[in-house]
């Protein structure tokens, strides 16, 4: 069973960057798509982004699209979430988590489809 670790939350300004990490262990994340997705205080959790195991897919929901950027290692078995010019409705807690589809240039953000989250990483985008 993968074990998956969120980090590189905290506080940051509106304008500012953040880059998330989510470290795997216990499980090589090449084999898993890979999906990020978030929850503010009193909403449900939505999907932001999303990597194909190959790396050669990616997705995004529309409100973070050519703001943030998803990338995977497969080396460091590590996947990352580099937000840039955060906005305040960007604050939420972000999870990780992974999606053992045989595809390996595809994915999506459903969240039935992923299998193992990690406890998440607090990001709150404030002045």
């Known amino acids: 069973q993968v074990q998956l670790v969120e980090s590189g939350g905290g506080l940051v300004q509106p304008g500012g960057s953040l880059r998330l990490s989510c470290a795997a262990s216990?499980?090589?994340?090449?084999?898993?798509?890979i999906g990020w997705f978030r929850q503010a205080p009193g909403k449900e959790r939505e999907g932001v982004s999303c990597?194909?195991?190959?790396?050669?897919?990616?997705y995004y929901t529309d409100s973070v699209k050519g703001r943030f950027t998803i990338s995977r290692d497969n080396a460091k078995n590590t996947v990352y979430l580099q937000m840039n010019s955060l906005k305040p409705e960007d604050t939420a807690v972000y999870y990780c988590?992974?999606?053992?589809?045989?595809?390996?240039?595809?994915?999506?953000?459903?969240?039935?489809?992923?299998?193992?989250w990690g406890q998440g990483t607090q990001v709150t985008v404030s002045s």
């Open positions: 988590a992974t999606d053992d589809t045989i595809s390996m240039g595809y994915c999506a953000l459903l969240e039935y489809k992923y299998d193992s």
């Open positions: 216990g499980s090589t994340l090449g084999y898993s798509a």
């Open positions: 990597i194909s195991k190959n790396g050669r897919a990616t």
